[in-house]
Each structure stands twice: as structure tokens, then as C-alpha cells.
């Protein structure tokens, strides 16, 4: 907890302070207000049914002040140079009539924790499950979503990474637009339901990671640059608008509300780290990048229980997550497009858009195991960067996630356009690569809704969202036809979010492919849980790849994947197939288990001669079996 002592007489007591800005209640009775507007030259603040109140400027562009007979639950505005339009603060805590309303008084105080115990999830046991609140069930609430986490819990997933939810305009949104980065949003509950959740799924043995954007800020009901021009920079700029001040004049309160913002969810709301979305649009030439900081932040706001920061980087870049002492940033983990877009192509045969630089080969598949990143700069793009230092758990990888499945253009998910056997087989690389494994709603349970793009805004907005999505998507030749375009979903349209909401009922329907999930991850831990085995892989097909891993005991076990024809290899010149001394290879595992609608399999070595299924992964093992 800060204290931030503003100017005042020496008779009032010194404010006890959370955040920078924003309102806070008290311990003696009160609320105490503060906001930064350099530009303004009187601050009021206007509680609703009462009078207004002025604030009391101070050195830096600040102004306070502390209002006695106000308590948690009253709303209020502040008006700026008696201007006809009062503004919502800028630190708001809570928005219950969305971006354009008053604010309200929350008092973080008030919730009962009962994770007083809870230390975290350490890295390398992360399984992230990414979640969208509003889609996740039909009520769209933290209330509802919060009834399905025992679920995910028996599944063997260990945190819940959470699409954004600070405040956006609209009543359905993916939250990448938000507007009020410190107030939850109103649309899937009050800020205590999402305490609830937090507290429910740490007893659950859940960790919870929050999605936030510090890259931009939503284009309707952004009032920021209303209070500070300087929150936004004069030297930078991004697709989606003007970029965020952290290095420019008047930067120094921006960085402070943007790493207060880190620490404020870890601290008052309990969640174990952050995804910072698309942080290669997140530009500071300062000595400390500001990602250095609010990494700092979130680690301190942790207490010591184990905290994760990941970042969407479309470079790539490794510095990101390098430690402080090695001249980085000191996150835990990027985000490995690369690991998702060599098997879509490996699954669909498709090579357009950004996709074009992959072939979705075997030696793809095994570079991925051993290096993490396919490109590292070997072919002189000024993207990627050398990440051979960094272990397995500084990439998050997966098949799916909110993104990907919505560039499809009609939001169809991995099941849906590979063969079943492709994407079973498919299913369980990623599940058993080194890396940390993300899925995403519904992927456990072969999900038939879809995911599309959906933001609710007002008309002409709305029209410039649809025009820049049908534009972004043009960039995949198959979705530039004029066909497709005339085809794409309305982002604005009230059915195109409700065609994504998930049909839980199809957990009962769909139990081979929950069951195909739960058992992987059930041998994922039993593979990875004395710590990250030494791992090699080899081709032996175009399309035939295989892992093993170097047990304690001589416990090793093999990993065959096999996306091609079947194969059959009297003669096998690679090494790491070799048994270990004295035991035999023996099934462990299979894709086509019947269990997970498969058609079965044969013994895959037998006599010095190996048969592999086409379209199937085996697991096998040099002790005994394990499933």
C-alpha cells in the first residue's frame, strides 16, 4: 500500500493511498479524491445528491482533496474549469452505467478472501485455459463462468487466463477496446463477482491471469487525453490509434497509472500475472522500458507467491523475457505464433497471409520442441530475434486461441477444419511439447460454436469496424474473394456474439474429445512432473516426427507423430528410436484409442520393424504402461 501525501494544512491527516489517482475510502471515514489533469486550472469533484466539491491543487499537475461524508457505493464526476460536461474519473474503480456514466466508490476492502494460503502455480506446471467472460456461458456473468471451474479443474487445467475486462463501451465487446482500465466491467457483473471467481478458483488449485491492453485505448469513451493530453504520445502511433505516452514530455504520471494498473489487479483483486496484449506496439525509448517496470510491479503487488507474465509479441523478440541482469525485462513467457501457424498449416495445407513462411513439415515440429521459435532472425528480418537461452516455459503455445480462431473469417475451430484424426493427433503434440500449452473455450470439448470478431458500436463506428476487419482479413487470398466478403459477420450484430456463446451441454456430447484432453494432460504431468525432462527429436518422414524424453531410471519415454500416410520401416537409421538397454517399447497411449474415436491400433514395433498409423500420434514408454 502507498501512501501519497498531497499538498494540505498540517492539521488534516495524510491520505492512506492504493493507486496514484482515483477515489478511496478512508480508515478514518471519508473518501479521498485525487486526479492528474496538468491542462486544467480548477477541479471539482460532483458527488451525486450532494454538492460540488473542489479540489485542492498540488505540484505536478494533481489535484485532491478529501471529502468526509461520502462512503463506498456513491457515484460522482469531475468537472474541469467549470466546463458544461462533467467527466468520469479516469481511475474509476467501477462504471455501472458504462464508459460515458458516473463512477462509483469501491471499497476493495470489503470482499472476504479465503486464499490466505494460496502460493500460486509455478511456471512449469502452467495449463492455461484462455477465457472470454461474455461468451463462456449464456448468462455472460463472472457468477455463471464461475460454475464451470471444478470442470476445468477434473480436466487438469491449472489457470485461467482471462480476455480483458476493464470497462468498454457497447454491450458485447472482446475488451481489447477498453476505456476505464481500472473498473471491471459492468457487463459481466460487479467488482465483488469477480473477487468471487478469483477466490473460487484458487481453492480450486486455479490460477487466474488477466488479458489487459497498455498498447492503446478504446476510440469511444476514451476521456483521457480530456484531463491530460500527455497520456497520449506525439512521436508514436499504431494501427489502432494513437499510442500510449511512456516516453515522451509529461510521461512520468502516465507510467505511474499504467504500472499502478499492473499492480492494481494482482493486488487488490488477487490475479496471479498478466498477458499484455500486442506489446510490439507498445513503444519507449527510455532508459527503463516501461515493460521493465510494470514487471517489477506485478512481481512486488505478488508478495512472493509465484506470479506470470506473458506477452504477445508479434517479433518475437527475447529480450522480453531475459532477466533483469542479462540486460532484459524480466517477463516469463511470449507468446509462439510460430508453434500455431506451422500446424495450421500442417492441418489445413494452407500457405496464404501470414502463414505463407511456414510448410508445416516434420522439421518444423521438431525445431519447435528444441528451440521454441522457428525464426530467430536466420533470415535477416528485422522481427525475430536469437532466443536459443531461453527454457521451454518462456513460450505459450497452442492450437487455438481467441485470435486465430477468428481469423478463419467464419470462426471455425481446429476440429473443424482438419481431419479428425490430423487434429487428434495434432492434439497431443501440443499437449506433451515443451512449452507452456494454452487452450481456448470450448477446445477440450470440440466446441461447435464459432469465435468471430464482435464489438458493439455506435453506427458510424461500427460501419469503420466492419470495413477494417473485412480489409484485415482480405490479407488471406481465400477470404479476399468477393463471396467470402459478402459473407463475412457484422462484428456489431447482436447475433454474430451470439453465435459464439459455448453450449456446455456439449462437454456430454463430445466425451471422446474431452477424454483425448483430459488423459494428455494427465500424461503431460506424468512426463514433465520432475521437473523438465531432456528432450531430443528427429524426422523420419516428411510428415513423421518423433520426441523423447530422457526419464530418471531409465524411464524414457517416445513420442511419434504421424500426419502422412501410414508408414512402414524395416530399416530406421535414427537413434533416438532405439530402446533403452535390456527393455522393450511398449504402448502407452494412443490417438486412436476408441476411447477418443479412433479406429484402434496395431503394435507399433515388432520384429525390428516399425508400423505407424497415417493421421496418429503413439506414446511409448520403456517401463510400464501408464494409461
Not at 471451474?149 to 470497462?167: D, F, H, R, S, Y
Amino acid at each position: 500500500m502507498n501512501t501519497i501525501s498531497p499538498q494540505q494544512n498540517s492539521a488534516s491527516p495524510v491520505p492512506i493511498r492504493r493507486l496514484p489517482i482515483g477515489a478511496e475510502l478512508q480508515p478514518d471515514g471519508g473518501v479521498h479524491f485525487r486526479v492528474w489533469t496538468p491542462v486544467s486550472r480548477s477541479v471539482a469533484v460532483e458527488i451525486e445528491g450532494q454538492r460540488s466539491h473542489p479540489l485542492s491543487p498540488e505540484p505536478g499537475g494533481y489535484f485532491s482533496a478529501l471529502i468526509e461524508d461520502v462512503a463506498a457505493g456513491t457515484r460522482y464526476r469531475y468537472r474541469l474549469d467549470g466546463r458544461e460536461m462533467p467527466l468520469p474519473d479516469p481511475a474509476s474503480r467501477f462504471q455501472p452505467d458504462g464508459p460515458h456514466g458516473s463512477s462509483e466508490v469501491i471499497d476493495p476492502a470489503a470482499f472476504g478472501w479465503t486464499d490466505g494460503d494460496w502460493q500460486g502455480v509455478p511456471a512449469e506446471q502452467l495449463i492455461i485455459y484462455e477465457m472470454h467472460i461474455g461468451s463462456f456461458t449464456p448468462e455472460g456473468s463472472w457468477v455463471a463462468a464461475m460454475e464451470h471451474l471444478p470442470a476445468l479443474a477434473e480436466l487438469g487445467v491449472t489457470c485461467i487466463e482471462m480476455m480483458p475486462v476493464a470497462e468498454f463501451p457497447g454491450r458485447f465487446g472482446w475488451g481489447y477496446d477498453g476505456v476505464d482500465l481500472f473498473a471491471p466491467t459492468r457487463l459481466y457483473g460487479k467488482p465483488d463477482d469477480l473477487r468471487r471467481f478469483v477466490d473460487r478458483a484458487h481453492a480450486l488449485g486455479l490460477a487466474v491471469i488477466l488479458d489487459v491492453v497498455y498498447n492503446h485505448l478504446g476510440p469511444d469513451g476514451n476521456y483521457l487525453t480530456a484531463f491530460a493530453p500527455a497520456y497520449m504520445s506525439e512521436r508514436h502511433a499504431t494501427e489502432w490509434g494513437e499510442a500510449l505516452n511512456f516516453d515522451g514530455p509529461g510521461s512520468g504520471p502516465v507510467r505511474e497509472f499504467f504500472v499502478a494498473n499492473a499492480g492494481y489487479w494482482i493486488d487488490e483483486y488477487h490475479f496471479d500475472g498478466l498477458r499484455l496484449d500486442a506489446t510490439h506496439r507498445i513503444y519507449d525509448d527510455s532508459d527503463d522500458h516501461i515493460l521493465a517496470a510494470i514487471s517489477r510491479r506485478v512481481r512486488a503487488a505478488g508478495g512472493g507467491r509465484s506470479t506470470f507474465i506473458a506477452a504477445e509479441n508479434d517479433a518475437q523478440v527475447a529480450r522480453l523475457v531475459r532477466a533483469p541482469e542479462a540486460n532484459g525485462y524480466g517477463l516469463d513467457a511470449l507468446w509462439n505464433d510460430d508453434f500455431h501457424h506451422a500446424a495450421r498449416v500442417a492441418l489445413t495445407g494452407r500457405r496464404e497471409g501470414y502463414y505463407s513462411r511456414f510448410l508445416g513439415r516434420a522439421s518444423e515440429f521438431v525445431a519447435l520442441a528444441k528451440h521454441g521459435f522457428l525464426f530467430q532472425g536466420q533470415d535477416n528480418r528485422d522481427r525475430e530475434t536469437a532466443a536459443l537461452d531461453l527454457p521451454a516455459s518462456a513460450c505459450v503455445i497452442y492450437l487455438e486461441n481467441h485470435d486465430q480462431v477468428a481469423h478463419s473469417g467464419a470462426g471455425l475451430r481446429g476440429h473443424q477444419l482438419a481431419s479428425p484424426g490430423c487434429w487428434r493427433a495434432m492434439t497431443a503434440y501440443f499437449l506433451l511439447a515443451p512449452g507452456v500449452p494454452l487452450l481456448f473455450q470450448g477446445q477440450e470439448f470440440a466446441a461447435s460454436s464459432p469465435f468471430l470478431f464482435f464489438a458493439d458500436h455506435q453506427e458510424e463506428l461500427g460501419q469503420s469496424v466492419k470495413k477494417g476487419r473485412a480489409e484485415f482479413l482480405a490479407q488471406f487470398a481465400s477470404l479476399a474473394s468477393p463471396e467470402m466478403q459478402a459473407r463475412l459477420d457484422d462484428p456489431g450484430a447482436v447475433e454474430t456474439f451470439q453465435r459464439c456463446v459455448l453450449d456446455h451441454d456439449e462437454r456430454e456430447r463430445n466425451r471422446a474429445t474431452l477424454a483425448l484432453h483430459r488423459d494428455l494432460i494427465r500424461l503431460r504431468r506424468e512426463i514433465f512432473g520432475a521437473g523438465a525432462p531432456k528432450i531430443d527429436g528427429a524426422t523420419i518422414g516428411v510428415d513423421a516426427w518423433v520426441l523423447r524424453y530422457f526419464g530418471p531410471d531409465r524411464d524414457d519415454r517416445l513420442l511419434i507423430v504421424n500426419l502422412g500416410r501410414d508408414l512402414l520401416l524395416e530399416t530406421v537409421a535414427e537413434p533416438l528410436l532405439a530402446p533403452v538397454e535390456e527393455r522393450a517399447w511398449r504402448l502407452a497411449w494412443s490417438s486412436e484409442d476408441p476411447n477418443y474415436g479412433g479406429s484402434g491400433t496395431p503394435e507399433p514395433a515388432r520384429g525390428g520393424v516399425w508400423r505407424l498409423l497415417g493421421q496418429a500420434a503413439i506414446v511409448l514408454t520403456s517401463g510400464e504402461p501408464t494409461l
